[in-house]
């Protein structure tokens, strides 16, 4: 008798593990436990044998820092789509700010955002797990520019898009976004096209390599089309300013340092370049990275901005608090052992 156990994308190792150990107190005499990477739809690895060596196994893939999740007979999932289906919701929270390089006191500034997102609709795109849902976003911050302060407010929403391929995800927003800029002189209000656009590349992650385990690339834009600038005095209409943005950002993670209780540690290198306005832009500086449970939950990046045309350069320092993320992972550590809801049995004679 040969049996087998698969479950959803946010099951790991230790789920297995725990399926192990109960079915050989139940004198099971064989296993074939078919691992793919976590949130894939592709083949990673299978363990075929007697239930000591797929806990062997699933152990030194547990040391390695590896997640992964389960599939059933044939290497197949009960459901490709499950692996957006159980990947529905992200909310990010994200604060910083900024000071000259010159007189910190004069050019300074912060803002704080929000994002979420929600994928209501799974199916497949291309042979690959997809979800379709709509973001939300909220931001507001606020600066000083010589001897004139200014703050912001802006909102966007509109429809987002997730793709799952193997060692790789890729996440669109597109919508409407509105800014309400206010300074001591002047207020405009902004209508733009918002674009985000962020790819995840790790399967060397997924394969188990600690150097340059992954690379983020960030694409995004925020495209007028109506804006109405006045004064605060008079009402008048003012000439509108240029509020178009564009950058492409890569976020290069150098090296894994993996901890107890699953926890990793990943310094890196953040590059980017665009346009804002009609000015060229571009940042340079370190990052770090810490997750648990296969979940990135804080980023921290500290780097400088300049722009073409203009001496000196700001110093920027930023904090991602992946909220979703640690939701996952906190779920993932309660796991002591699958429930009847999580398993997926087949047996072959």
């Given at each position: 008798m040969v049996t087998g156990w698969f479950a959803n994308a946010d099951d790991d190792?230790?789920?297995?593990?725990?399926?192990?150990?109960?079915?050989k107190s139940a004198r099971q005499e064989q296993a074939a436990v078919i691992v793919l990477p976590q949130a894939q739809g592709e083949l990673g690895?299978?363990?075929?044998?007697?239930?000591?060596?797929?806990?062997?196994?699933?152990?030194?893939?547990?040391?390695?820092?590896?997640?992964?999740?389960?599939?059933?007979k044939n290497g197949q999932p009960k459901d490709r789509k499950s692996y957006a289906a159980?990947?529905?919701?992200?909310?990010?929270?994200?604060?910083?700010?900024?000071?000259?390089?010159?007189?910190?006191?004069?050019?300074?500034?912060?803002?704080?955002?929000?994002?979420?997102?929600?994928?209501?609709?799974?199916?497949?795109?291309f042979g690959q797990p997809a979800g379709l849902g709509g973001f939300v976003l909220g931001e507001t911050g606020s600066g000083r520019s010589g001897s004139s302060p200014f703050s912001w407010n802006k909102v966007a929403v509109g429809p987002s898009h997730k793709i799952y391929g193997k060692g790789w995800d890729d996440s669109t927003d597109l919508g409407w976004a509105r800014q309400w800029d206010k300074s001591k002189n002047d207020k405009q209000t902004t209508d733009?096209?918002?674009?985000?656009?962020?790819?995840?590349?790790?399967?060397?992650?997924?394969?188990?390599k600690k150097w340059f385990?992954?690379?983020?690339v960030i694409l995004s834009a925020n495209i007028p089309y109506d804006a109405d600038k006045t004064s605060v005095r008079s009402g008048k209409s003012l000439p509108a300013d240029n509020k178009f943005t564009a950058g492409l950002d890569v976020r290069q993670s150098i090296y894994d340092f993996d901890f107890e209780n699953r926890q990793r540690l990943?310094?890196?290198l953040l590059l980017g370049g665009g346009l804002e306005a009609k000015d060229g832009v571009g940042k340079i500086g370190p990052s770090v990275k810490w997750g648990a449970f296969g979940q990135d939950i804080l980023i921290a990046d500290v780097f400088s901005k300049f722009k073409s045309g203009v001496q000196g350069y700001r110093w920027y320092g930023a904090l991602l608090l992946n909220v979703g993320g640690a939701i996952k992972a906190y779920k993932a550590s309660q796991i002591t052992e699958p429930g009847p809801e999580d398993l997926g049995f087949y047996s072959e004679k």
């Open positions: 190792i230790d789920r297995a593990k725990a399926w192990l150990e109960k079915n690895a299978r363990q075929d044998g007697d239930m000591d060596e797929a806990a062997d196994w699933l152990q030194r893939q547990q040391e390695q820092g590896s997640s992964v999740e389960l599939a059933g159980n990947d529905q919701f992200d909310l990010f929270m994200n604060a910083g700010g900024w000071h000259s390089s010159g007189n910190p006191k004069v050019n300074a500034g912060q803002y704080a955002q929000g994002k979420a997102r929600y994928r209501l609709l799974s199916y497949s795109l733009s096209i918002y674009l985000s656009n962020y790819t995840n590349l790790e399967q060397r992650r997924r394969d188990g385990p992954q690379t983020e990943t310094p890196g």
